[in-house]
């Protein structure tokens, strides 16, 4: 990765910890994980963050589909799992 793509993603990476975090601060412990997932997509639409919700995401090995997971987020053209 190149150093402006190495900073883009480092930028990317800070508005999104700093998303999670307002919905931390704000809702605090608890709840239900889809509760965090639509207050995070709040945040992300907020902040001017391209991304989509349960994304479904091909698996594919040695060039042969061989099943499919879904991604919490897909924000811009990554997979993000919340834990």
Same mark, same amino acid.
């Given at each position: 990765?190149?150093?402006?793509?190495?900073?883009?993603?480092?930028?990317?990476?800070?508005?999104? *910890?700093?998303?999670?975090?307002?919905?931390?601060?704000?809702?605090?412990?608890?709840?239900?994980? #889809? =509760? %965090?997932?639509?207050? !995070?997509? *709040?945040?992300?639409?907020?902040?001017?963050?391209?991304?989509?919700?349960?994304?479904?995401?091909? #698996? =594919? %090995?040695?060039?042969? !589909?061989?099943?499919?997971?879904?991604?919490?987020?897909?924000?811009?053209?990554?997979?993000?799992?919340?834990?």
């Amino acid at each position: 990765m190149d150093n402006n793509a190495n900073k883009n993603v480092n930028e990317l990476t800070h508005k999104i *910890i700093g998303c999670a975090m307002r919905v931390h601060n704000h809702l605090g412990n608890g709840f239900l994980e #889809i =509760i %965090y997932q639509r207050a !995070l997509a *709040i945040e992300l639409c907020n902040s001017g963050i391209r991304f989509e919700r349960e994304k479904e995401m091909p #698996i =594919i %090995y040695c060039g042969e !589909l061989i099943g499919s997971r879904r991604v919490d987020f897909f924000v811009e053209d990554r997979a993000l799992w919340l834990s």
